[in-house]
């Protein structure tokens, strides 16, 4: 089976490529529908990455976030036209002690292995999860980034100490915004603070208490913390976590970044703090954003203010207005309604 691939072959030129897909009874062919463009898209669309990077995964796919419906399932069990979402995470092997998600032999579609910007996508049966009923489509299209929130949180669960009175949120952009959403709906009964740059975005969260980063009190205290800033302002974001976290707290590190950070070490010991990473996500937590959606319906209602533009996308030079879209946008995932 022919596939058509619009691949990344240099900063802001996609190229058309062909490749041939070999159907066996564990592969299901899926048709996307709805894909979501997310920072590290970008940074591979504009060159904000080392040149050595784009060395080892140029030419290649962009796109990890998506929904679409089967076209064909050789088993029969997925009738066409079933809407789903596919897992980008593609591991090789299985262990015992590691996530599938932190395996240095998995696969990540769209970081070194073609995402979901093609004609049809080749995905093995066990990374295909179908969506509910209701879904919003658009919601749908970020499945994969709602999972990232979801990962985090529950390694937050297993490893943080269970006083959990107050919480902060350090990040007024779309991954702050699905962190404390969703720990809103899991935890409602904790206190959740907001800590952001801009006080527009801080208005978007109505179930939570918004501050400006730069007029913090000096009282301001929390049990635990989650810094959803990365980039740039990782630094700051996670020292003043640092400051105004109580003894013992735990920080969840989500923000991504191409810099090294400088942190306070001096505190983190002396308050006797854990800092814990957490990077993509895999089935199980897919599954778990599907329970999610089944039991607190008002997050999937409260997720629909993330969706930003929405661009019809029937060639490459719509796609290049869709990333050139996001590019400048304030809040809000880019959507790229797949036309071509």
């Excluded at 800033?229 to 991504?256: C, F, K, M, W, Y």
Aim: with cysteine; charged share 25%.
């Amino acid at each position: 089976m022919l596939n058509t691939v619009y691949r990344l072959v240099a900063p802001r030129r996609i190229e058309v490529e062909f490749n041939e897909i070999n159907v066996d009874q564990e592969t299901l062919i899926v048709r996307p529908k709805y894909l979501s463009i997310c920072n590290a898209d970008q940074r591979y669309y504009q060159g904000n990455r080392p040149a050595e990077v784009f060395l080892n995964k140029l030419p290649m796919a962009l796109i990890h976030e998506c929904a679409g419906q089967v076209v064909y399932d050789p088993k029969g069990e997925y009738k066409p036209g079933t809407p789903v979402v596919v897992v980008p995470n593609t591991p090789t092997e299985e262990d015992a002690l590691y996530g599938e998600n932190y395996l240095p032999s998995a696969k990540f579609r769209g970081s070194g292995f073609d995402g979901f910007m093609q004609d049809t996508i080749a995905s093995k049966r066990d990374r295909v999860i179908p969506l509910p009923t209701g879904i919003h489509p658009y919601v749908s299209a970020f499945t994969e980034f709602v999972s990232v929130g979801v990962h985090a949180i529950g390694r937050f669960d297993q490893i943080a100490h269970h006083k959990r009175d107050q919480i902060a949120v350090f990040g007024d952009g779309n991954l702050g915004y699905v962190v404390a959403t969703l720990y809103h709906a899991l935890h409602p009964e904790a206190e959740i603070s907001v800590i952001g740059l801009n006080e527009d975005k801080l208005q978007n969260f109505t179930f939570a208490h918004g501050y400006l980063a730069h007029e913090l009190p000096k009282d301001f205290a929390f049990d635990h913390g989650f810094e959803c800033v990365g980039a740039n302002g990782a630094e700051i974001a996670i020292n003043q976590l640092i400051d105004h976290i109580r003894p013992e707290g735990t920080i969840s590190l989500l923000g991504v970044s191409e810099q090294k950070s400088a942190i306070n070490t001096r505190m983190v010991l002396e308050k006797g703090l854990r800092l814990f990473g957490s990077s993509r996500s895999g089935r199980e937590d897919f599954l778990r954003v599907m329970e999610i959606y089944h039991k607190y319906p008002k997050v999937m209602s409260d997720l629909e203010q993330i969706v930003g533009t929405v661009i019809p996308v029937k060639n490459i030079d719509d796609m290049h207005r869709a990333f050139e879209a996001d590019i400048h946008k304030s809040m809000g995932k880019t959507i790229m309604e797949w036309l071509v």
